[in-house]
């Protein structure tokens, strides 16, 4: 729990104390819960797995389906509105936005054939999705990736790509040096050589 924090601290210059993460931050407790729910999902207790996500919702704001595979150190920033769909695998060290959906695409028809099928995103370490940005379908975000804010993911990402726009598009490589809402701005190049 120390590590979890501490990353979090290590990414947001508005934490101050790991006190404040469990007192304040709603991504926190929509993890913490999630990793309840996940249990009592995973022992197939259904239901109970289900009222543990929708109570977290209530809490939080935070959607996360009690199935969804999550890494060590997510990091739900703001976290209003966020929605991590059932079949979502998330590594370790990722950075999530408010107002994010890890979705599906497939139509509310033939549901008994969607079941055992995977539908939502795979977001490889060290990502970060920017507010708004929506990730769809079973596709793969590679280790490293940006994701703009409010974007639109409908095909694979390469590793260590930036995507912007709707749909999305890839227009460079991410740096190592973490950038909120997942962008490089021009803005920040023009004050480097100022």
Not at 47 to 76: C, D, M, V, W, Y
Not at 82 to 98: A, F, K, L, P
Not at 151 to 169: F, L
Request: no cysteine; aromatic share 6%; proline share 4%.
């Amino acid at each position: 729990m120390s590590d979890f924090l501490q990353s979090i601290i290590d990414r947001d210059p508005a934490a101050r104390s790991k006190l404040s993460l469990i007192l304040t931050y709603p991504g926190v407790k929509a993890v913490f819960f999630h990793r309840i729910a996940n249990f009592f999902s995973t022992a197939k207790f259904h239901l109970i797995a289900r009222i543990i996500s929708q109570f977290s919702r209530f809490l939080t704001g935070i959607e996360i389906h009690p199935n969804a595979k999550i890494g060590k150190n997510l990091f739900i920033d703001h976290g209003m509105g966020v929605v991590i769909g059932e079949t979502s695998d998330i590594g370790d060290n990722v950075t999530i936005y408010h107002m994010v959906t890890l979705g599906g695409i497939a139509p509310s028809i033939n549901s008994d054939e969607q079941r055992n099928m995977k539908r939502h995103p795979t977001i490889k370490e060290d990502v970060v999705i920017g507010s708004g940005a929506q990730v769809l379908g079973p596709v793969v975000v590679g280790k490293g990736a940006r994701i703009g804010a409010n974007a639109v993911i409908t095909k694979d990402v390469a590793e260590n790509a930036v995507m912007v726009g709707i749909p999305a598009r890839s227009v460079g490589i991410a740096d190592s040096e973490f950038k909120p809402y997942g962008i490089t701005s021009d803005s920040d190049k023009k004050s480097d050589n100022e």
